[in-house]
């Protein structure tokens, strides 16, 4: 069975060798974080908190799932304990400000070591994902007597945080929501609504609950202009039975769903429950986007980080099932048959999971050091956060689409055993279909995007990231001047590719839509093959060790051969235009 | 929740006007099925028993799932009445010989029959559909009196078969079973051993079950030269309680699975059970292929089967579901958004789905008068059995990759209900996600096609499909010529391709496998692209409404614009070469 294994080394890799993540750390002021060697001793505690407390009950908390009884949501054997652990252990509360009880250090060190836990069991680590996104809404617009009041708590993890979006008619389309805030005397409101897909919406891990909230007040504007966002907690002062509170807020049920069926999906009623406002009276949707862009870099990590746990579990199986004789000649002459590690069409995905992996890896920590800069007032231009910006939606789409076809390889790799239950693998396909759809589907997250970061940005962070990339290309070692010039030219066409679409727009606004998954898939691949040509120049002078080294070229020269050349059939999908998807069938 | 509705003007239109199938089947000799009401009379009557008996068993099937019980196999409520009624009306029956008291009418005539049991219903069509298997198998290798004591009642349904390949450390690589077959003085044979992953190997749903096994005679040649095949029964002459049989036949477990869940995948162990050779020793592998190339058609049409399915739910839910509006304007100004419908994301996955499904169609039908012509004596130069074992790998692993994409699809159609398990959508995916390993993954699909159909074959079956495919393109319509240019390109180019792998060979034989998905893909896409050009053109005088007519040229459009651009990605990593699958990672 698959056992996680965190990857140490090639987290350090990219976060010292590529990244230089304690100068960043020092830059900005974080002395702990300053010190390589504390940041490795995190890395490899998390690690192990990962490995041995949460893989294990992976598996079987999605055989066992939450369990719903009259509005009480039990989770499966364990994840209460673990959960525990990892806030006595300090661990919620490490990337939070010290001002509230957490530990100070830096927001990508956190996000770092929620990828292990990630892979180790996704849907454990939905109960604090959520979490950090409330507590990044409430930091950010909340009152100071609200973050008095709330963060400690969520900080350390006592309590958990929801995001309450979706409602069953409107969830890429929030200005439809109908649940209402009447205003009270003593300043609070009165939450009446249904809310669906509430992620961790109701559990037995934490003392209570407390509910980021959309809701419209009475008057106010149609449409996403009229909504405004509120704190609700589970319960204000004490319990009351059957799984009712104080407060007036019912878990109604919880859904079954193809994976993440550790993580209970909540449907919830607010009937009169008493909310306080976060920021400014229908400003709702600009506080929750403060939260959906953490949670949409959370999101692309769940992908890879479930790809990840793909890539191990296959290349463990890879070398330990033998099938077949190698076709240029006996492998393992002690064996029956050779390993199936020995067949090309086997090494294929083995080395797409890695390229994808350690790809998406290096996005993502990238990504997390532009939100650190951001975050922390380290950002004197703008450029971060232009490029934060742009990087966002790739982030979640593209890292999730890899995660996806990483997770398939897997089961493909095993064969009909990756077909059983027991095998583990078929868990992580179904696991990591939800990345593609929930915070913002992956067509969503291309418009944004296509239509928003850049054509009505007018290509302004697109310059800026471009820019990066080509310098980066003119810095790398003469040995990586052959891919140097590719991703160079890739980004020459990228530019003109944009100019192409943009200049379709001005006659048909259908044309964002009709450009923009495949505008996104590409920009991925180039934003990739950059991150491969820079780590593949680290590896020339890395601390690790020379078959470690070599393996990141390896892998470098596989995605240039047989990953990056996808953007060819993108490039040809992007400006095949919007007049192709008219069809007598979709009459309406 | 998606309801079945047969494609009857689809199917129809495939059939008669694009490939004029009852001139094909009075040229056989078929006096029946040459007459043309005759035919969608029975597609008809089939499509109503898909839609109405077998469509609302599909789902509960799911959610129930098969029991084991100390051997005893029970199949989801409803199944063994469908079944019974399936054989009642003659279905089972239909395209099996006369001889043996079958209704005498083409393979292909009930294989498109039973491509709408598998969109209704998936698990319940392994039942008959592996029965159909071991019919072929028995008529072509089989004694008189094996044939006359045992074809009867499979054909009539009474009793089913299956095919008992795998075991435990082996499902590619069959020359490493174990089962043996002792021979006994009454020229039977004692069968010992335990197979896995045998479906339909136990259920409640026939009288007696028929195995097919692949066992080793003592004293036989090591590997698969060594290997014969056995007509094993279930029940000799009576049951025996607790699911054992008077043939020591047990059903030791069935598989909790990713899908397919009411298709009873059971672990058989054989005892000293009485088994009876079929066709010559050592030979069984041979004996086996015959069994397996109809079974790979088979599993092809179940993904695009489910394919339909998933077509048909996602273009109904992006009706109904509203959500924003379109950005190039409102387009349902009464509603409080538009139909997702219009937005070009979401007709860009419905026309993928329609071009895959409907092009899957076109191949699998063309294929099957392939089959035809072979089976009934009518291919007198041999070519269409030439072109039939290059198709056959294609229809397998090209139209089950194409299948899972459309079910995945159709569950980022429906976004977050789309993941939950009563939208009924993501069983599509689980369900189509075992045809891409099941009958040869698609790695030994690939291997099969480019190593031993067009490379050992030294490209003769190529050259003939590419000539078929060129003479198709010199006649369509002038309106066509574009595209018939572009096609007769790529058979160019497909030609070049192969001629630059088999170079390569020379010096490696990794190389093939390093090409062979790759090369199958892109045989896909060039296959399906005449698929397409012939499907338009028969739409210009086709018997169907204009409005049907116009949108196969639409989908065709589409095809070319928007699907088949993936050849260029598949070109560059055909000829990216093996050196690139190199990794450290891989040390054994």
């Not at 507590?135 to 617009?141: E, R, S, V």
């Not at 979006?165 to 609070?188: I, N, V, Y």
């Amino acid at each position: 069975m698959p056992k996680f294994t965190p990857s140490l080394d090639d987290m350090q890799f990219i976060m010292h060798d590529f990244l230089k993540i304690t100068d960043h750390y020092q830059a900005m002021g974080f002395e702990d974080a300053s010190d390589p060697e504390l940041v490795n001793a995190i890395l490899e505690e998390s690690g192990k908190f990962a490995s041995e407390v949460l893989s294990p009950l992976n598996h079987p908390g999605d055989q066992t799932g939450c369990k719903w009884n009259d509005g009480v949501v039990t989770t499966p054997n364990g994840f209460k304990e673990a959960y525990k652990q990892y806030c006595d252990a300090g661990w919620a509360a490490l990337a939070s400000s010290t001002e509230y009880g957490g530990q100070g250090l830096p927001y990508s060190l956190g996000l770092i070591t929620s990828e292990m836990n990630v892979s180790a069991n996704t849907s454990w680590n939905m109960y604090p994902g959520l979490t950090h996104g409330a507590i990044h809404a409430l930091a950010h617009h909340g009152s100071g007597e609200l973050k008095q009041q709330y963060l400690p708590n969520l900080i350390n993890g006592i309590w958990t945080g929801t995001m309450c979006l979706t409602e069953a008619h409107c969830g890429s389309d929030l200005g439809m929501l109908r649940s209402k805030a009447e205003p009270q005397d003593d300043g609070s409101y009165n939450i009446t609504g249904t809310k669906i897909f509430i992620s961790a919406g109701e559990h037995d891990m934490a003392e209570n609950i407390i509910h980021l909230v959309l809701a419209r007040i009475p008057g106010s504007p149609q449409g996403s202009a009229g909504i405004s966002l509120f704190l609700v907690p589970k319960i204000l002062d004490v319990a009351t039975a059957n799984g009712a509170t104080d407060n007036q807020v019912t878990c109604a049920s919880i859904e079954h769903k193809m994976g993440i069926k550790a993580s209970a999906t909540a449907v919830l009623n607010f009937d009169d429950s008493k909310g306080y406002l976060i920021g400014e009276i229908n400003k709702g949707l600009a506080c929750m986007f403060t939260m959906m862009n953490s949670a949409r870099l959370g999101t692309g990590l769940q992908g890879y980080g479930i790809a990840e746990l793909s890539r191990q579990a296959s290349l463990e199986y890879a070398k330990e099932r033998i099938q077949m004789r190698s076709l240029s000649g006996v492998k393992a002459p002690d064996k029956e048959a050779d390993p199936i590690i020995v067949h090309p069409d086997v090494k294929r995905m083995l080395l797409t999971q890695k390229a994808l992996v350690e790809g998406c890896r290096a996005l993502a920590y990238y990504t997390a050091t532009l939100v650190d800069k951001v975050e922390y007032g380290h950002d004197p231009d703008g450029s971060a956060d232009k490029i934060l910006g742009l990087l966002t939606p790739i982030c979640k789409a593209f890292m999730s689409e890899a995660g996806f076809e990483c997770a398939n390889h897997a089961v493909q790799v095993y064969g009909g055993h990756g077909y059983i239950v027991e095998s583990e693998v078929e868990q992580m396909v179904r696991d990591a279909r939800i990345t593609m759809i929930y915070e913002g589907t992956n067509g969503i997250q291309s418009l944004d995007l296509l239509g928003r970061k850049v054509l009505r940005d007018r290509g302004e962070a697109l310059g800026l990231w471009v820019k990066e990339i080509k310098t980066g290309c003119a810095t790398v070692d003469a040995s990586l001047k052959q891919q140097a010039d590719e991703v160079s030219a890739l980004c020459d066409e990228w530019l003109q590719l944009t100019g192409a679409v943009g200049a379709k727009v001005q006659g048909n606004m259908d044309e964002i839509g009709a450009a923009a998954f495949d505008f996104l898939m590409y920009s991925g691949y180039v934003t990739m093959a950059h991150l491969w040509l820079q780590q593949a120049n680290a590896s020339l002078n890395s601390s690790k060790d020379e078959s470690f080294n070599e393996a990141k070229r390896q892998t470098m020269a596989f995605y240039f051969a047989r990953i990056l050349p996808r953007v060819k059939t993108h490039k040809a999908l992007i400006l095949s235009g919007a007049d192709n998807l008219e069809c007598n069938d979709f009459e309406i």
